[in-house]
């Protein structure tokens, strides 16, 4: 049973910081690539950010892009999405995703390429 659990959401002001993390079971984490996604309320889930198994290959949305920043400690299992300069349309709830095995460095920005989902974590950023 593949878990992926995530925290580090919260209510933050406009410009603020704040750094999601998300541990996922297993002992093969190293062989996954993983993305990160949000929701915000009425809309449909959006890409934000991908990285490789390995962390060599990176990929961010347009609006997160010199903002955010995705990384991996594989020794953890988690990975991580470091948000600065949060703006109030950055509120949403948060998912991390984990694709199956990769036998390769690339990253995948499409929700069809990720078949296991954490729960989500809610980030809100106040004006």
């Known amino acids: 049973q593949v878990q992926l659990v995530e925290s580090g959401g919260g209510l933050v002001q406009a410009g603020g910081s704040l750094r999601l993390s998300c541990v996922a079971s297993?002992?093969?984490?190293?062989?996954?690539?993983m993305g990160w996604f949000r929701q915000a309320p009425g809309k449909e889930r959006e890409f934000v950010a991908a990285r490789s198994r390995s962390g060599y290959s990176t990929y961010y949305a347009d609006s997160v892009k010199g903002r955010f920043t995705i990384s991996r400690d594989n020794a953890k299992n988690t990975v991580y999405l470091q948000m600065n300069s949060l703006k109030p349309e950055d509120t949403a709830v948060y998912y991390c995703?984990?694709?199956?095995?990769?036998?390769?460095?690339?990253?995948?920005?499409?929700?069809?390429?990720?078949?296991?989902w954490g729960q989500g974590t809610q980030v809100t950023v106040s004006s």
């Open positions: 995703a984990r694709t199956v095995t990769s036998f390769n460095e690339n990253y995948y920005v499409r929700e069809y390429e990720y078949p296991y």
């Open positions: 297993g002992r093969t984490f190293s062989s996954y690539a």
